[in-house]
């Protein structure tokens, strides 16, 4: 077996193990087997990041079985790790890793701890699966499986109705994504005639060209992209997915999963580098997206929903670079998201654990000298993605605003204002939360207070070293690492030289938003609710979302529920196909009045006769054979 | 031991234990039990021998028996094995113990006649599938009509009656013109060439006129659409399904439906090629229409049973499909989605009796919050769930994706001389993917989800016996979609004969028919 199978199959040994024998065998075994399994799994991706290097960065390759051959057509699970994989593969693993560690802390009182790490080891299996496959089809495979394994943990208290809607709202709306996947897979393979992405990605590279669309194709597997990656109309499920475990957030609608949209672009950037159209419906995509998360954060009150919204906008501004074609710093701002989305989610994990399970900010306050790890370590992150220099998120925002104008597939002046506008809301609503949880007077109820305690060191262990990669994370420049297999885009004639204003330019964003949250929310925060009250309006209409689920509602889901049951259930079934057999029916009525008659000793004898029937043209078979 | 006596004995096992327990004094049920589990697991082990032994590389049957029956008429006894009925065959054996198994708590009056019952159907579909000769087809055919009736007219529910006079009509209705159409097809031949012939191989070369070839698909097809069934032929399914007790629908979800799609696959399509490329058009949107049709009147049940009743609407839409993509993968693909229908629906309907035997209602409003309570039950309905849903790893991806990928192929390059199908079917069709979530996935929130609610509880979860039925049947459903290329190995010829025989144009002069018993003919 290989080495990339092997980091396959580690979590999912992990699953099976902690699935099926978990609870029988205590928490010991599942704490050893759920953390061991992916740190194991993390160092042998770091050896294959060697193997790589050594190799002169030549993609390693290998094939774990054929899934099916049907004449020409053959299907493997086969595994490919090159620059791209290798950074993804880390940030899972290495983050997957730190999160399972920290869930040792946070989970410890739950009764289903064993289930909890199946889970986790679960979705770190179909993850690598998502990243490591070689094939759009076992990509796909892990693409439905994160989903599931987000499914199942959204849902993982599920005596709680709400939540468990929440898991399978998350599923559906995935699944529409998945939809368009599956048909850009399908319309792929009838033009190139495999699945194979290098193969995929080479076909469009070279000449001659296969004969689809290019922007069909890539529309299509926007679609995907949209559902896992939640973006506009498919963002809808993130929000409600915060009813998992806090760590679960982390993990999976933050630091991972929800980027696998963003790789899948990156990936298949063969496509979309002839796809002008699909790369600009990307950005416009990713920008509104950006602004329109970045507003409903501005309003919500919830700890984890402004986290929640703040990780939608941000997947917009990915989108954004993608859809320039800088797809290597789309995947930079993937791996610094990574650490200080992380390094958030974690640190409002904590802040719950200590807060006696409240998430709401305006009951917090006050919490900075109570929990000074977890403090010290948010107000990194929050600095991280705000853009303060220079932390991590500095450099990979910076760097997609620059192609935000810059770049010559699709930048513009537009495009960059939108994001800078939208960089300076991030910064603004992040320092409103630290503000709101940290600083203040304390706004929770006298026995919360009395129990707010700083969590063990298995949590804050493991903020501290997310905070140290939010810190520094930006200096490893991923751009220019992925470069050789992805470069970036050229910068349009005469931009050269508003290089510095974007840089400076990104320095004031966070400057004003850091400013102006410490304007409004510092002191009493009446200068806040002035602001609140002279704008009721628009208020509600952020702190409702824009009323969006409300609309889905009335558009899809109760036409949907309406035509199954007055067009097709009562119309079709009753009145149409069971109406026209009416006639027959009432014959059939007559019948079933004599037929009840027909008891049971009568019926033996029925099928006495059928088996005489039998064997008597068994026997003449026999006879004339 | 050969093949084809092994093969005769899978086939007759059902028979003789029929006999034996209508030799066995009244009640000792429990000896029924245990002797039919027996004998329905030693059928399965010897089908496991066929399996392993069916070559891929061997075009046509293998152990085959042929034995001269009614010389005059053309009619031969024929029974074998080949791709196309392999894997059926081994569905049948397989789901024939569990049936079996799953019924031990669940039927307590006139246990021998009803074992005697589950032999029959057994000995009937396995007929249907093996036999090689229309009138021996139509025989077995028939005959499966019989203890089906019986089984849900005896053992079933409330409205056990209105339940089995629809069925009956409806699929009575279906076999009338089936047999008018054989009649005709067989008399035409004989009329053109001079030769009486019931065999397949035999009929396969016969050439009609285009209008005969329509009229007699529309006959086969509305008695195939009937059983499959296709919408809007399909309202006998909710009601027998509701009505029959448990092992009655996983035999009638598990293999019966596969009827009419076997039936399709084997002859409609292939006795009439021109007619049914003309046709496929308009067969790729009754499909789709099944498949979108299907999965909303799922929605919209409040029944458990009815929900997996329609979905099996749904799906077995993809099975056609697959069939009328004449692309090679999706008619692979329409084969592996019969076998995981027959496991994962199959499977669904076991455990909508186990939780039936508990709580006594099938009433979905009643129940809530079920994986609070029963823990290894829900851990079961949930995997049978994602496998409806076409997860990845299951074996309804396999069928589904395979199917899919099919329908495109045919929409965008379709095979030559074949009208394939048009791109928006194909893109309606994988709107299902979406609405088989969607219901499947809210009918477990519910049942299983939120606040606990258990009709007439407490009640214990699975017992040893039921955990060891799922976990047999999950395994398969693993089994087929981590590795399903041993199984679409040996269907691959089959799907290809089927491929050739649909698409390609029959030569104009009748080719010479043989309307012989090849000399090799063993009994």
């Known amino acids: 077996m290989g080495l990339l199978t092997l980091i396959v199959l580690l979590p999912l040994a992990g699953f099976l193990l902690n699935g099926l024998l978990g609870n029988r065998l205590g928490k010991g075994f599942v704490t050893a087997v759920g953390c061991g399994m992916p740190a194991i799994a993390f160092a042998v991706t770091i050896k294959c990041f060697l193997d790589l290097k050594g190799g002169g960065w030549a993609p390693l390759s290998e094939v774990a079985y054929v899934w099916t051959m049907v004449g020409q057509d053959t299907f493997e699970v086969a595994f490919w790790f090159d620059r791209l994989t290798a950074v993804m593969a880390l940030i899972v693993t290495g983050v997957g890793t730190l999160i399972h560690i920290y869930s040792t802390g946070y989970m410890h009182e739950d009764k289903s701890y064993a289930r909890y790490f199946a889970y986790l080891n679960l979705f770190l299996f179909f993850m690598l699966l998502l990243v490591l496959g070689k094939s759009l089809l076992v990509l796909f495979v892990g693409w439905e499986g994160v989903g599931l394994a987000s499914y199942l943990l959204i849902g993982f208290w599920f005596g709680d109705m709400e939540k468990a809607a929440a898991g399978k709202k998350a599923f559906i709306v995935n699944r529409i994504g998945d939809a368009g996947f599956l048909l850009g897979m399908f319309v792929l393979y009838s033009a190139v005639g495999t699945l194979d992405m290098p193969k995929i990605n080479a076909a469009f590279m070279g000449t001659p060209v296969p004969a689809v669309s290019a922007s069909l194709v890539g529309i299509l597997l926007f679609i995907g992209a949209c559902g896992k990656s939640a973006q506009i109309p498919l963002y809808v499920w993130l929000p409600d997915a915060m009813a998992g475990p806090t760590p679960v957030s982390a993990l999976i609608h933050a630091a991972t999963m929800v980027t696998a949209g963003v790789y899948l672009v990156a990936r298949m950037s063969g496509i979309y580098l002839h796809a002008p159209e699909a790369s600009s419906v990307i950005a416009a995509v990713g920008a509104l997206t950006a602004l329109m998360a970045a507003t409903i954060a501005l309003a919500q009150d919830d700890i984890k929903k402004v986290l929640a919204y703040s990780t939608v906008s941000q997947l917009g501004f990915m989108f954004v670079a993608a859809g320039v074609g800088a797809y290597g710093v789309a995947v930079f701002h993937v791996y610094t998201h990574a650490f200080f989305k992380a390094c958030l989610f974690l640190g409002a994990g904590s802040v719950i654990h200590a807060m006696s399970g409240e998430q709401d900010i305006k009951k917090m306050g006050g919490l900075a000298r109570k929990i000074p790890i977890t403090f010290v370590t948010f107000a990194i992150a929050t600095a991280a993605i705000a853009g303060v220099p220079p932390l991590a998120g500095f450099f990979s925002k910076d760097e997609i605003l620059w192609f935000a104008l810059a770049s010559d597939r699709g930048g513009s002046v537009l495009l960059v204002l939108v994001m800078a506008f939208t960089a300076l809301l991030t910064a603004f609503y992040m320092f409103r939360l630290l503000w709101l949880t940290f600083f203040g007077k304390p706004r929770m109820l006298k026995e919360v207070e009395h129990h707010v305690h700083e969590s063990p060191l298995s949590m804050t262990g493991v903020l501290m070293v997310l905070a140290v990669l939010s810190a520094v994370g930006g200096f490893l420049s991923i751009p220019h690492f992925l470069e050789p297999m992805v470069a970036l885009p050229g910068v349009r004639p005469g931009m050269d030289a508003y290089h510095y204003w974007v840089v400076g330019g990104s320095v004031a964003i966070a400057a004003v938003g850091l400013g102006a949250a410490a304007y409004f929310f510092g002191g009493d925060a009446s200068r806040a609710a002035a602001v609140k009250a002279g704008f009721t309006g628009v208020y509600r209409v952020l702190s409702n979302k824009y009323y969006v689920d409300e609309l889905y509602d009335r558009v899809i889901n109760r036409p949907l529920l309406w035509i199954s049951d007055a067009i097709f259930l009562r119309v079709g079934d009753r009145f149409l196909i069971d109406g026209t057999l009416n006639g027959l029916a009432s014959v059939a009525q007559r019948a079933a009045g004599r037929l009840s008659r027909v008891q049971t000793g009568s019926l033996h004898k029925y099928a006495f006769l059928v088996l005489v029937g039998m064997v008597a043209s068994l026997v003449w078979m026999w006879r004339h054979g | ?523």
């Open chain 2, 1 to 523: 031991m050969a093949d084809a006596t092994i093969l005769s004995l899978v086939l007759y096992l059902p028979v003789a234990g029929m006999l034996a327990i209508a030799a066995l004094p009244a009640g000792r049920d429990g000896v029924v039990r245990a002797f039919t589990l027996a004998v329905m697991v030693l059928q399965f082990l010897l089908s496991l021998i066929l399996y392993a032994h069916f070559d891929p590389a061997v075009p046509g049957l293998q152990a085959a028996t042929r034995v001269p029956w009614i010389p005059d008429w053309g009619v031969n006894y024929v029974i074998g094995l080949d791709g196309y009925n392999v894997l059926l065959v081994i569905l049948t054996t397989f789901l024939g113990p569990l049936v079996t198994a799953g019924a031990f708590s669940a039927i307590a009056k006139q246990v021998k006649l009803f074992y005697a019952m589950v032999f029959l159907i057994q000995f009937a579909m396995l007929g249907t599938f093996v036999a090689q000769d229309l009138f021996l087809f139509y025989l077995f055919w028939e005959t499966m009509l019989i203890p089906m009736f019986l089984i849900i007219g005896i053992w079933g529910g409330e409205r056990r009656i209105y339940a089995t006079v629809k069925f009956f009509l409806y699929t009575a209705f279906g076999s009338i013109l089936m047999l008018a159409a054989v009649i005709y097809l067989v008399w035409s031949l004989w009329q053109t060439t001079g030769v009486a012939s019931f065999a397949f191989a035999d009929l396969y070369k016969a050439r009609l006129p285009l209008e005969a070839q329509q009229w007699l698909l529309a006959a086969f097809a509305l008695s195939f659409a009937i059983k499959v069934p296709m919408v809007p032929f399909h309202t006998w399914l909710p009601d027998a399904h509701v009505e029959a007790p448990t092992a009655g629908s996983v035999i009638l979800a598990g293999v019966l439906l596969k009827m009419g799609t076997y039936g399709f696959m084997k002859l409609g399509f292939p006795l009439f090629p021109e007619a049914t490329r003309l046709a496929t058009p308009l067969i790729a949107m009754l499909s789709v229409l099944s498949i979108v049709y299907g999965a909303c009147l799922a929605l919209v049940q409040t029944d458990i049973k009815k929900i997996i009743a329609y979905s099996s609407i749904s799906h077995l839409g993809y099975v056609m499909l697959g069939l009328v993509s004449l692309d090679l993968l999706g008619i692979q693909g329409a084969i592996m989605q019969m076998v995981s229908h027959g496991l994962v629906a199959g499977g669904l309907f076991l455990m909508v009796g186990m939780i039936y035997e508990r709580c006594h209602t099938r009433e979905l409003a009643a129940y809530g919050g079920l994986a609070k309570v029963l823990p290894v039950y829900s851990v079961f309905f949930l995997i049978l769930t994602l496998a409806s849903v076409g997860l990845p790893t299951t074996s309804g991806f396999t069928g589904e994706f395979l199917v899919l990928i099919g329908a495109f192929n045919a929409a965008w390059k379709p095979l030559a001389g074949t009208p394939g199908i048009p791109v928006w079917v194909a893109a309606v069709a994988v709107s299902g993917v979406v609405l088989g979530a969607l219901y499947m996935l809210w009918f477990a929130q519910r049942f299983l989800f939120g606040a606990e609610r258990v009709p007439h509880g407490p009640v214990a979860d699975l017992n040893a016996r039921e955990v060891s039925i799922l976990a047999i049947l999950v395994a398969a459903v693993f089994w087929l979609g981590l590795f399903p290329d041993g199984a679409m190995k040996r269907t691959e010829l089959a799907a290809r004969e089927y491929q050739e025989l649909v698409a390609a144009k029959r030569a104009p002069a009748a080719t010479r028919l043989t309307g012989e018993v090849p000399a090799e003919a063993v009994r």
